[in-house]
């Protein structure tokens, strides 16, 4: 199982979505180009709606059947590790494999030392093919960086191994994760993990590293964009060459975990992945559950109603709901609205408020993120909630699918 040059992972916290989704690859397959979706919901996600990881399968492979989509798809174990990696066995084909808890604790001494004399001829002044500047690499940089990243390689690989012992080694997509670690990976650093694994075996696929800057759940990146993009560029380009250099599968490509929305980034990611002529994978978080309260907000009614409890109930439970949260999310409670104001909105203020659009001035960052974290109090209205899905299902899509295309796919990809 080989993934395609392009695709994009799409959560769907309430499995209702899948159809309007699949329709923004359809029309990116019309505009020329294939993006292939990948479905990807979270262990935390499930412990939070209460669901299970085969309600993914059949959405995805249901939206799939209905829209007669004919290239692949896939279905994402998202960032799983060891201890939850079996409740996703069967519904995936993805895995993305999470070793953040492990980087930063050393390996044993002996296999740093293994390492990095397995790895000494790239000691000196390392060319990379694609880049003007040489990269300084020392023994000293090289130990350190298995110290802090071996461990983790190899917690990875366990990982791989116990998918493959059970779906068999060719039969899924890896993806080797290292996004919500503390600090950005370096060149030298990302040449020297993809060193360790293919060491350790993983024929991963996709590797999604930490960038420079935030990325903050569902609102823009922060940051310094011309650093960014510099980065991006020079992590293409170490990955070209560690395909070559150790062997991996060739089809390897940056994941990029964004949160979703990353606007600002998303026309130097564009030029990059053309210059360089790469792959990508966009994984973005739920946003199209906030692309649901816009069109129960602007269907009026029950749906405002219920956009509007949401919004109460979420305000009432701010540390809660924000506490798994809290590393990707900056919310300033100042400038939450109260949900007095908000009881008193018509649909369109409710929506203009919430939908992603920056340039509006009733656009409220604050009033986005914490919606973006308060599923929960939607998953715990239940059937009510989903009756609402159904009852307004035309006005939800039709905002479900605008924002995959007009504001990801084309911005990206097209
Ligand atoms: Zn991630």
Same mark, same amino acid.
């Given at each position: ?22 329709? %923004?690859?359809? @029309? ?14 979270? !262990? ?27 290239? $692949? ?12 990696? +079996? ?10 494999? +999470? ?7 050393? *390996? ?6 293994? /390492? ?66 503390? $600090?950005?990976? &370096?060149?030298?650093?990302? /040449?020297?993990?993809?060193? *360790? ?36 560029? @020079? ?14 599968? *060739?089809?390897?490509?940056? $994941?990029? !975990? ?18 360089? +002529? %790469? ?34 109930? *979420? ?11 809290? &590393? ?10 109260? &949900? ?72 990206? /990809?097209?």
């Amino acid at each position: 199982m080989r993934i395609e040059k392009y695709s994009m992972g799409i959560g769907d916290r309430f499995a209702h979505q899948g159809k309007a989704q699949l329709r %923004a690859m359809l @029309q990116a397959k019309a505009a020329g180009v294939e993006v292939v979706p990948v479905w990807n919901k979270s !262990h935390r996600e499930h412990t939070i709606i209460h669901t299970q990881p085969a309600s993914v399968r059949a959405e995805a492979d249901a939206a799939v059947a209905a829209l007669g989509w004919g290239s $692949s798809h896939y279905v994402d174990a998202d960032h799983i590790g060891l201890k939850n990696v +079996d409740l996703f066995l069967d519904a995936s084909d993805f895995f993305t494999l +999470d070793v953040a808890d492990f980087t930063g604790r050393a *390996a044993a001494e002996a296999d740093i030392k293994a /390492f990095v004399e397995k790895h000494s001829k790239y000691v000196g002044e390392l060319a990379i093919p694609g880049l003007d500047e040489t990269f300084h690499v020392t023994k000293r940089r090289v130990e350190e960086i298995a110290a802090k990243y071996l461990l983790a390689v190899r917690e990875a690989g366990k990982i791989y191994r116990r998918v493959a012992g059970k779906k068999g080694e060719g039969n899924f997509v890896t993806e080797v994760s290292m996004d919500e670690t503390d $600090s950005p990976q &370096t060149p030298e650093e990302m /040449f020297f993990i993809l060193a *360790a694994v293919a060491d350790e075996n993983i024929p991963a696929q996709t590797i999604a590293p930490k960038f420079t800057g935030r990325f903050n759940k569902g609102v823009d990146y922060v940051g310094d964009v011309a650093q960014f993009a510099k980065e991006f560029e @020079q992590d293409l380009a170490v990955i070209a060459f560690a395909i070559r250099e150790f062997g991996l599968p *060739a089809n390897l490509k940056l $994941s990029v !975990h964004s949160g979703s929305d990353k606007f600002s980034i998303y026309g130097p990611i564009h030029e990059a992945i053309t210059k360089f +002529d %790469a792959g990508l994978h966009l994984k973005t978080a739920g946003t199209t559950w906030l692309e649901e309260l816009i069109g129960l907000a602007s269907a009026g009614g029950e749906g405002l109603a219920i956009a509007k409890e949401v919004y109460a109930n *979420a305000l009432g439970r701010f540390d809660e709901l924000c506490g798994p949260y809290a &590393t990707v999310i900056d919310i300033d409670p100042e400038k939450l609205p109260s &949900t007095r104001t908000v009881s008193g909105w018509n649909g369109e203020e409710y929506a203009s408020a919430l939908r992603h659009n920056p340039s509006c001035d009733a656009y409220n960052p604050n009033f986005r993120q914490l919606l973006h974290v308060g599923y929960k109090v939607a998953a715990e209205m239940g059937e009510r909630y989903l009756n609402a899905l159904k009852e307004f299902e035309e006005v939800i899509a039709k905002n479900v699918t605008e924002n995959i295309f007009d504001r990801h796919l084309k911005r990206i /990809f097209l």
